[in-house]
């Protein structure tokens, strides 16, 4: 990146903003208001030109109106994939409200019923939808393949309450919702026929294109054995959701269910993944059984085992996700943030938040597309997550320096590429992988 800088005679802007990894923080030029708007102007200007390209029109299995997570001809641009869709809404949304555009403001709408349309046509008898979902094929990673009970290929992420209630507040309508409500319910009820630990968290079955892809505490592991962190706050997240629109669709019984089944899940996720001795959250592994009475049947058992889980002690940043979903009480976030943000660059990149701590020995820079690499590398989703927690908790300038970071990269990328890619080196702010990737690096608009 620094070559092509000064082969092509970047302005001041990306030249400032680009550092070899060796560089001492102290060293570089100091971040000021006026960098700070220049930045988000050019992000603005790019973003005005290429936002409406990721609004696609009906093609073959996509059959109606609906949102692209990358510009055509990009890797990702025939698809529709689970919770790349929420995140791609929420920045189209973003955009229109920033440049008070109102017609595209409705076009996202449209386009974002459409997408939720196509994920709901695609569900199976037993609820369960495809997370993956392509011009061509209806379900390229065979998520709906027939298989035994429990089924352990992977769905759709818990994402379409959030997804509708991001719509509904933006259209001040949920009427249009209401076919397809019970298909929502469905969906719930699939995850908990397959997928509730003996804990009440949810476990992924296989490890399968699960969002953060190689994380360890997932990857590699036995089925249905890892309570992921990312999993259960977004399935906290979604039964909130869903619970709020029950409310508008005046289905109190339904409400008042997915509320019960919010709070019994966030109670759990406190119970069992919050360490108070590294003030951080961690996925549990939920295959503690106790076997003694298989086992030595001819001993009678003595001391209960009472440990139903084991915290799998790999810090990542889904560490940070119950800050994010506002589940994390007051002196857990302040534990947290103090211990394993600030205290240290562990998590703290010069370009943004590491996806995995820095310490660990599986951390690493390597390029790869399956699965792409969360063993280190900002990604811009990575960063929102934490920047939101931060904020929500009163860390207003622990946040306000995470989102100059954001702004610094992209704005960087953008001059010495011409367009974004999927994620970044945190030390020396290169890109990594994926040019012309849009997708979450749009939520950096709500951090301008």
Not at 349 to 377: A, I, T
Request: hydrophobic share 40%; net charge neutral.
């Amino acid at each position: 990146m620094l070559a092509t800088l000064a082969v092509t005679g970047a302005s001041t802007l990306g030249a400032r903003r680009l550092f070899a990894a060796d560089q001492p923080a102290s060293a570089r030029p100091a971040w000021s208001a006026t960098d700070r708007q220049a930045a988000a102007d050019k992000l603005m200007t790019y973003f005005t030109r290429t936002a409406p390209q990721l609004l696609r029109p009906p093609q073959g299995i996509l059959s109606h109106a609906n949102i692209a997570p990358s510009l055509p001809g990009k890797q990702y641009s025939t698809t529709l994939w689970d919770w790349d869709t929420l995140w791609t809404t929420r920045g189209l949304f973003r955009f229109a409200h920033l440049t008070k555009d109102d017609a595209f403001r409705a076009k996202v709408a449209e386009h974002a019923q459409g997408s939720l349309q196509i994920f709901f046509d695609q569900a199976s008898p037993e609820g369960r939808i495809p997370m993956l979902i392509s011009v061509r094929n209806a379900d390229p990673l065979d998520c709906l393949k027939p298989a035994p009970a429990p089924n352990h290929k992977n769905q759709a992420k818990p994402i379409f309450g959030q997804l509708a209630l991001l719509t509904a507040d933006e259209t001040n309508d949920v009427r249009w919702l209401a076919p397809h409500f019970a298909k929502l319910l469905k969906f719930y009820d699939s995850w908990t026929a397959n997928n509730v630990s003996q804990i009440g968290l949810l476990v992924w079955g296989d490890d399968v294109a699960i969002g953060n892809d190689n994380d360890p505490t997932t990857f590699g592991r036995p089925f249905f054995s890892s309570a992921n962190l990312l999993l259960n706050t977004l399935y906290y997240r979604d039964l909130q959701a869903s619970a709020e629109l029950a409310r508008r669709l005046d289905r109190p019984a339904d409400a008042a269910k997915l509320s019960e089944q919010a709070a019994a899940l966030g109670a759990n996720l406190l119970k069992y993944c919050w360490d108070p001795r590294d003030r951080f959250f961690y996925t549990v592994d939920t295959q503690c059984v106790d076997m003694r009475a298989k086992l030595i049947k001819s001993v009678k058992p003595g001391m209960d085992m009472s440990w139903k889980c084991l915290p799998l002690k790999i810090q990542t940043f889904t560490g940070f996700l119950p800050l994010w979903c506002g589940l994390a009480t007051p002196p857990q976030a302040a534990g947290l943030v103090q211990a394993n943000y600030v205290a240290d660059q562990r998590f703290r990149g010069d370009w943004g938040v590491r996806s995995l701590s820095s310490l660990e020995n599986m951390y690493c820079m390597d390029f790869s597309s399956n699965p792409s690499n969360w063993l280190g590398p900002v990604w811009i989703i990575v960063n929102y997550f934490v920047w939101q927690g931060l904020e929500n908790y009163g860390f207003h300038d622990e946040a306000r320096d995470l989102a100059d970071k954001t702004l610094r990269l992209l704005a960087a990328d953008l001059e010495a590429h011409g367009s974004l890619n999927e994620y970044y080196h945190p030390d020396s702010g290169a890109p990594l992988s994926h040019q012309g990737f849009m997708d979450w690096n749009l939520l950096v608009m709500e951090m301008m």
